[in-house]
């Protein structure tokens, strides 16, 4: 794993937002597989910072979202449809055709599940899949326990999970039971990984993700075993990591 070390969190998005934009710019029909939550809030700023100034264009680029609330309407605003479009997506010229999200509102959410990972491998997979960690050691919403082997699922959200992420919601009865996630596996077959770690009270999750055992109890530890895997995390989620 190459870890790269940034002095704040702008730091970590600027660096994170020019690996992007290489990529893009390398390769103009890139598939990216993107996510959401707060990490990589300043991420998409950069990017849209840097689309404003002529410097790259996403016309041709397709992504692929980790997850999605299930139950959510994709105007609500606490769905991740809402997110990335508010976020990201209406401020850059990607084809919104393109810009993919589970639909956690299908009626059959099986199928939803298979379209979804058939979906990535018509594009070609992904190129490069942005990740934020979650305390528990999640990625995408494959809480511990989830098997490695498993594509997109249904997952029932951790209490912890729900807790963490109430703090988006007006009050925690709102914030749904269940997601669409990315699995395991999927994230695996991305050629690359960019995975963003910020702030104090990741680094005992960081610390774990890249000393710790590699098992299923702690879904990040299977990083250790993805050949392209860059970690751009601050100096504060730095701090339980040896140098
Ligand atoms: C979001 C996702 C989650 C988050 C994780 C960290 O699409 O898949 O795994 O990356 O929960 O969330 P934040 O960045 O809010 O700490």
């Known amino acids: 794993m190459n870890i ?41 700023k950069e990017i849209i910072q840097a689309y404003k100034e002529g ?13 999605e609330y299930v139950g959510l309407t994709k105007d609500n ?3 991740y449809h809402y997110y990335m479009h508010h976020l990201l997506f209406d401020h850059i010229d990607i084809n919104s055709g393109q810009a993919n ?14 379209q979804y990972d058939n979906a990535i491998q018509q594009a070609g997979g992904v190129d490069i899949q942005i990740l934020g960690i979650g305390l528990n050691g999640h990625i995408g919403f494959n809480e511990p326990g989830t098997p490695f082997s498993i594509q997109t699922h249904i997952v029932d ?22 997601a669409i996630t990315m699995g395991i596996d999927s994230i695996m077959q991305s050629k690359g990984i960019i995975l963003l770690v910020s702030g104090s009270q990741k680094a005992e999750a960081l610390a774990k993700l890249v000393n ?9 530890s299977i990083l250790q075993e993805h050949a392209n895997v860059t970690i751009i995390a601050d100096q504060d989620a730095l701090s339980e990591l040896s140098e």
């Open 4 to 44: 790269i070390k940034a002095e704040n969190y702008k730091d970590m998005s600027q660096l994170a937002a020019q690996k992007l934009i290489n990529q893009v710019n390398e390769k103009p029909d890139s598939v990216l597989g993107l996510a959401t939550g707060s990490t990589p809030e300043g991420l998409y």
């Open 101 to 114: 999200l589970p639909n956690g509102d299908a009626s059959d959410l099986q199928e939803e599940c298979s």
């Open 55 to 67: 410097n790259v264009s996403f016309k041709d680029v397709t992504t692929f979202n980790l997850d």
């Open 157 to 178: 959200l951790d209490e912890s999970t729900r807790q963490a992420n109430a703090r988006f919601f007006d009050s925690i009865d709102n914030v749904p039971f269940q």
């Open 212 to 220: 710790g055992p590699v098992t299923e109890d702690f879904p990040a």
């Open 77 to 79: 605003n606490q769905s």
